[in-house]
């Protein structure tokens, strides 16, 4: 199966790579030279002309690389854009916003896209009722038996979806306890997706999932099991049924009290490392205390595949805490060497393996006809992986990337920054009082405030207003009144109000004295969710879901019932509809934390 489609050429430049050591996707060759004629690689060796017209490229002391491909990321906002800079000319996406991904694709296919990364994608993936993908507050459709099996995988491929992901994790190693699809669910899954030519991989956490998704048919796992070390049999599996498994150390390191920000310390990273993917890859997961995951398990367990000779795919799982797009991919390498890979086992790992595992024939190898997406680095990362960071150039198809803004915006970014605060205890917390709305306005006793927050942000239409109105609870004379309309141009909508506690919009604040979230609502009868975002959350929302009827009732929500909250560190709550597309309206008042 072919997933890509073609495209058209770029213009005809022509670029000359002389005496370059070069790795070829799967081994290191000796140093040759390479021509690229318009999009494609046209000629190797010793003896090849340089034309007239071509752009020399002096490749002493340097090493010729296919383009990185990230087997295991989310992308959102500027992911590709971010991931091109760095290298990594290609994102395999496993679960984002099936309507972005489509636009994505439509430039894609119409070759608009030389500045940012390509991206294939799982689109929405598949998992049961309140499974792992649907507390990120937002609805997505998901599966409760094999009989529907067929249905919703063509209505993933309807969708756009290039490959099909599968969730098999309880959450049990990580301290949590969710529903997950039944065996029976997976295989058929599993089988529909085969019978239109499709990948099928699985979201696993455990060794005994790993082994349960192999035996139902799946073509790759994404993340290595990360509870026990595997033993010979699980590798013998795995080799016999033919899977890849994209470890992800760099997530799984982060999910269990590591971390992933030395990378930021390195010289050649800080040249085109974000403000925002600096701070991201400075996070960590919050870690359960009866959590059993081990990323000494997943290290020994990529390790035991490598030498069982099952293939072995570089992913990041960016934007997740402790990762970013891009400069979280060299850091993948690194941790691959260090869990015993060769660097030339981590390179394949992240283009030659990547490219075959999902069918994409015409990239992640330099040979005559692969079409040019390429990184030039100085040195050799063959022998020392961290080479990989000493960019000299990127070329996505035979156009070579014009880095020179994006470094000077990273620079000035940089230089311009100041220290961020760290999460401190805001000025007039006192009792906890947030909000009463006595005084007719939307003044907070602490913390900067009430603000509309919707999905525009993220590329959405949903709109929401606020306003103090005579009508309060529990004997008192005001309240917060929100109203406006969930639409569906975004597919993962909200609207609604936020309050935020920090010094500013997003700051942190240290609310950790107090244990719950108190208010009082009355609303239509639908289904409302109180969103918190934490500092080590990052983009990903803790999600309560409250039922808010036409009479005044009041909630008391601990901040332990929120999976995942540290209050040491929270930056926004959030008041906002669900995600069905209508009208909605509620009251607030007496918001206040205890």
Same mark, same amino acid.
């Given at each position: 199966?072919?997933?890509?489609?073609?495209?058209?050429?770029?213009?005809?430049?022509?670029?000359?790579?002389?005496?370059?050591?070069?790795?070829?996707?799967?081994?290191?060759?000796?140093?040759?030279?390479?021509?690229?004629?318009?999009?494609?690689?046209?000629?190797?060796?010793?003896?090849?002309?340089?034309?007239?017209?071509?752009?020399?490229?002096?490749?002493?002391?340097?090493?010729?690389?296919?383009?990185?491909?990230?087997?295991? +990321?989310?992308?959102?906002?500027?992911?590709?854009?971010?991931?091109? =800079?760095?290298?990594?000319?290609? =994102?395999? *996406?496993?679960?984002?916003?099936?309507?972005?991904?489509?636009?994505?694709?439509?430039?894609?296919?119409?070759?608009?896209?030389?500045?940012?990364?390509?991206?294939?994608?799982?689109?929405?993936?598949?998992?049961?009722?309140?499974?792992?993908?649907?507390?990120?507050?937002?609805?997505?459709?998901?599966?409760?038996?094999?009989?529907?099996?067929?249905?919703?995988?063509?209505?993933?491929?309807?969708?756009?979806? &290039?490959?099909?992901?599968?969730?098999? *994790?309880?959450?049990?190693?990580?301290?949590?306890?969710?529903?997950?699809?039944?065996?029976?669910?997976?295989?058929?899954?599993?089988?529909?997706?085969?019978?239109?030519?499709?990948?099928?991989?699985?979201?696993?956490?455990?060794?005994?999932?790993?082994? =349960?998704?192999?035996?139902?048919?799946? &073509?790759?796992?994404?993340?290595?099991?990360? *509870?026990?070390?595997?033993?010979?049999?699980?590798?013998?599996?795995?080799?016999?049924?033919?899977?890849?498994? +994209?470890?992800?150390?760099?997530?799984?390191?982060?999910?269990?009290?590591?971390?992933?920000?030395?990378?930021?310390? &390195?010289?050649?990273?800080?040249?085109?490392?974000?403000?925002?993917?600096?701070?991201?890859? =400075?996070?960590?997961?919050?870690?359960?205390?009866?959590?059993?995951?081990?990323?000494?398990?997943?290290?020994?367990?990529?390790?035991?595949?490598?030498?069982?000779?099952?293939?072995?795919?570089?992913?990041?799982?960016?934007?997740?805490?402790?990762?970013?797009?891009?400069?979280?991919?060299?850091?993948?390498?690194?941790?691959?060497?260090?869990?015993?890979?060769?660097?030339?086992?981590?390179?394949?790992?992240?283009?030659?393996?990547?490219?075959?595992?999902?069918?994409?024939?015409?990239?992640?190898?330099?040979?005559?006809?692969?079409?040019?997406?390429?990184?030039?680095?100085?040195? *050799?990362?063959?022998?020392?992986?961290?080479?990989?960071?000493?960019?000299?150039?990127?070329?996505?198809?035979?156009?070579?990337?014009?880095?020179?803004?994006?470094?000077?915006?990273?620079?000035?970014?940089?230089?311009?920054?100041?220290?961020?605060?760290?999460?401190?205890?805001?000025?007039?917390?006192?009792?906890?009082?947030?909000?009463?709305?006595?005084?007719?306005?939307?003044?907070?006793?602490?913390?900067?405030?009430?603000?509309?927050?919707?999905?525009?942000?993220? @590329?959405?239409?949903?709109?929401?207003?606020?306003?103090?109105?005579?009508?309060?609870?529990?004997?008192?004379?005001?309240?917060?009144?929100?109203?406006?309309?969930?639409?569906?141009?975004?597919?993962?909508?909200?609207?609604?109000?936020?309050?935020?506690?920090?010094?500013?919009?997003?700051?942190?604040?240290?609310?950790?004295?107090?244990?719950?979230?108190?208010?009082? +609502?009355?609303?239509?009868?639908?289904?409302?969710?109180?969103?918190?975002?934490?500092?080590?959350?990052?983009?990903?929302?803790?999600?309560? @879901?409250?039922?808010?009827?036409?009479?005044?009732?009041?909630?008391?929500?601990?901040?332990?019932?929120?999976?995942?909250?540290?209050?040491?560190?929270?930056?926004?709550?959030?008041? +906002?509809?669900?995600?069905?597309?209508?009208?909605?309206?509620?009251?607030?008042?007496?918001?206040?934390?205890?």
């Amino acid at each position: 199966m072919v997933l890509l489609t073609s495209l058209p050429a770029a213009s005809q430049t022509k670029t000359y790579f002389k005496d370059v050591r070069v790795f070829d996707g799967l081994n290191l060759l000796p140093s040759t030279n390479v021509l690229v004629e318009g999009e494609k690689i046209t000629r190797m060796g010793h003896s090849i002309d340089v034309p007239s017209d071509a752009t020399v490229i002096d490749g002493a002391g340097k090493t010729l690389m296919p383009g990185l491909i990230d087997a295991h +990321c989310h992308v959102y906002g500027s992911a590709l854009e971010d991931a091109i =800079e760095t290298g990594v000319t290609t =994102e395999l *996406d496993m679960f984002t916003d099936a309507k972005m991904a489509e636009s994505v694709r439509t430039e894609q296919e119409a070759g608009r896209m030389l500045d940012r990364a390509d991206l294939y994608s799982a689109g929405t993936l598949v998992t049961a009722p309140g499974g792992h993908g649907t507390e990120y507050g937002f609805a997505i459709p998901t599966l409760s038996s094999p009989d529907s099996a067929q249905i919703f995988v063509d209505a993933r491929l309807a969708e756009g979806s &290039d490959y099909i992901k599968i969730v098999l *994790d309880n959450g049990g190693i990580f301290g949590r306890k969710i529903p997950t699809l039944s065996i029976a669910t997976v295989r058929a899954v599993v089988e529909a997706a085969h019978k239109r030519g499709r990948l099928a991989v699985a979201h696993i956490g455990s060794l005994q999932e790993a082994r =349960e998704a192999i035996e139902a048919g799946v &073509d790759g796992l994404m993340h290595a099991p990360s *509870d026990v070390v595997p033993d010979k049999a699980f590798i013998k599996l795995a080799r016999e049924h033919g899977v890849f498994v +994209c470890p992800t150390l760099s997530v799984i390191n982060s999910a269990t009290g590591g971390s992933n920000a030395a990378i930021v310390t &390195d010289t050649n990273v800080v040249r085109y490392a974000t403000k925002a993917n600096i701070e991201n890859l =400075e996070k960590s997961f919050p870690h359960s205390a009866t959590a059993t995951a081990n990323y000494n398990a997943a290290s020994a367990a990529t390790k035991m595949l490598q030498l069982g000779h099952v293939p072995i795919l570089a992913g990041t799982d960016a934007p997740n805490p402790g990762t970013a797009h891009g400069v979280g991919l060299h850091r993948e390498l690194e941790l691959l060497v260090q869990a015993g890979l060769t660097p030339v086992h981590a390179l394949a790992a992240a283009t030659g393996n990547a490219a075959d595992a999902f069918h994409l024939r015409d990239r992640g190898h330099i040979g005559v006809g692969f079409r040019a997406d390429l990184l030039l680095v100085k040195g *050799d990362p063959t022998t020392n992986i961290t080479d990989s960071r000493a960019i000299v150039g990127v070329w996505k198809r035979g156009h070579a990337l014009d880095r020179t803004a994006y470094l000077a915006a990273v620079a000035n970014e940089q230089s311009s920054a100041t220290p961020k605060p760290a999460a401190s205890i805001p000025a007039g917390f006192g009792d906890g009082l947030i909000s009463n709305f006595e005084d007719g306005t939307t003044a907070a006793h602490f913390g900067a405030g009430w603000s509309v927050s919707t999905d525009a942000i993220a @590329g959405g239409n949903s709109v929401a207003v606020d306003t103090v109105i005579n009508d309060g609870a529990d004997g008192s004379k005001k309240s917060l009144l929100v109203k406006g309309e969930i639409k569906t141009v975004f597919q993962y909508p909200w609207a609604g109000v936020m309050f935020s506690p920090g010094i500013g919009v997003m700051k942190p604040a240290d609310l950790s004295s107090k244990k719950s979230l108190n208010f009082w +609502c009355k609303g239509d009868g639908a289904t409302y969710r109180i969103m918190i975002y934490t500092k080590r959350g990052g983009y990903i929302p803790a999600v309560k @879901g409250i039922q808010m009827v036409p009479k005044w009732k009041q909630y008391s929500l601990p901040f332990a019932s929120f999976d995942g909250v540290d209050s040491k560190e929270i930056m926004s709550i959030i008041f +906002c509809a669900g995600t069905d597309p209508g009208l909605f309206q509620f009251q607030l008042d007496e918001v206040k934390l205890n």
